[in-house]
């Protein structure tokens, strides 16, 4: 068992006796959970003022359901897997107990060999395990242009990466946005000039479709 959950096996134990409070907003947590969100620019937050971004959007958010948690930004534009790899150690401080990996936009965009894709993120993940976090993996898929075989190489390397581990995996981080019915009007009403980058509106759409994932990974009611 991982650490938080054990910790929250304390919760669920005094819940069972009728002795936990449930507010208007959801569980009162009793312990604070300190979660480092691993990155490229989506998670950064590129072109949107501090308190748009998906950080401290995310924060809020899980504050709102009644969790006490601190947020750690680990989004660095530009990052890819490797770049991510090269600098999990350094960002898994002490007081880390949850991590968000959400990575491979970036090696999409350069149209990188999946398996090194794959690769990089295992490395991330066995170091995450080492050190005893609970994790959420947030996948990417990719497009069709680089074909078929791409493709399903590049969209199967998370879930193989999640069972693995034993992570729990949310499958797109731009699900909300790419299953919204008009292309057009989404990209005109949630992202931002470059049609890369999510704006505020549509930023807060990706964490309510994200959050629940990310609040129950700290209650310990997933993998």
């Known amino acids: ?97 949850v991590l968000i990996i959400a990575l491979g936009g970036n090696d999409l965009l350069r149209g990188m060999d999946p398996d090194a894709s794959r690769e990089n993120l295992d490395g991330i993940l066995s170091i995450a395990s080492a050190h005893d976090l609970d994790v ?21 390397m998370y879930p193989d990466l999640a069972a693995k581990y034993g992570v729990s995996l949310h499958p797109n981080f731009l699900n909300a946005l790419t299953s919204q019915a008009d292309r057009a009007a989404t990209i005109a009403t949630f992202m931002q000039g470059d049609g890369i980058h999510p704006n505020a509106a549509g930023v807060t759409l990706i964490v309510e479709d994200i959050g629940p994932s990310v609040l129950q990974l700290i209650t310990g009611e997933v993998n």
């Open 136 to 156: 959420l993996l947030v996948g990417m898929e990719a497009p069709t242009n680089y074909g078929a075989d791409y493709k399903a190489d590049f969209d199967t």
């Open 1 to 97: 068992m991982q650490r938080l959950r054990k910790a929250y096996g304390v919760i669920r134990d005094i819940r069972n006796v009728g002795l936990i409070v449930f507010s208007s907003t959801g569980l009162a947590f009793a312990n604070p959970v300190t979660i480092a969100a691993l990155g490229d620019s989506l998670t950064q937050g590129f072109g949107l003022v501090a308190n748009e971004g998906f950080v401290p959007q995310l924060e809020s958010w899980l504050i709102s359901q009644g969790a006490e948690v601190t947020l750690i930004n680990a989004g660095v534009s530009g990052d890819t897997t490797a770049g991510g790899l090269s600098r999990i150690e350094w960002t898994l401080t002490p007081d880390v107990d």
